[in-house]
């Protein structure tokens, strides 16, 4: 599967901002879709991610209450809505699939195949 990510940009500190990662090459029902950052300096971290078919998310501890994952999948597109921004919010995102993870696996990216190719959101204070 290829994943383009887009929606990136610069925002003020408490505003929002929705990222979409469009999809492309096929997608199944096993597979896990998620969200993925890097901030300067500091290794890449998993935000929130969720089977393609649906069910649970899991979050990152930072951004619960806050960020949101959604699909669409007439059109193929994951989404990653972003209230409350703080500054240290600021990284490129990525969105990443993986097939046949489990649980244990969710925050590794490790364990994905395909990565988008990355969209700045900067949030200034």
């Known amino acids: 599967v290829q994943l383009q990510a887009s929606g990136g940009g610069l925002v003020q500190a408490g505003s929002s901002l929705r990222l979409s990662c469009a999809t492309s090459?096929?997608?199944?029902?096993?597979?896990?879709m998620s969200w993925f950052r890097q901030a300067p300096g500091k290794e890449r971290e998993f935000v929130v991610g969720s089977r393609w078919s649906g069910g649970s998310a899991r979050s990152a501890d930072s951004v619960k209450s806050r960020f949101t994952i959604s699909k669409d999948r007439a059109k193929k597109t994951m989404y990653l809505q972003m209230n409350s921004l703080k500054s240290e919010d600021t990284a490129v995102y990525y969105c990443?699939?993986?097939?046949?993870?489990?649980?244990?696996?969710?925050?590794?990216?490790?364990?994905?195949?395909?990565w988008g190719q990355g969209t700045l959101v900067t949030v200034s204070s």
């Open positions: 090459g096929g997608t199944s029902s096993s597979d896990v």
């Open positions: 990443a699939a993986g097939s046949g993870l489990i649980a244990s696996s969710l925050m590794d990216p490790g364990k994905y195949s395909s």
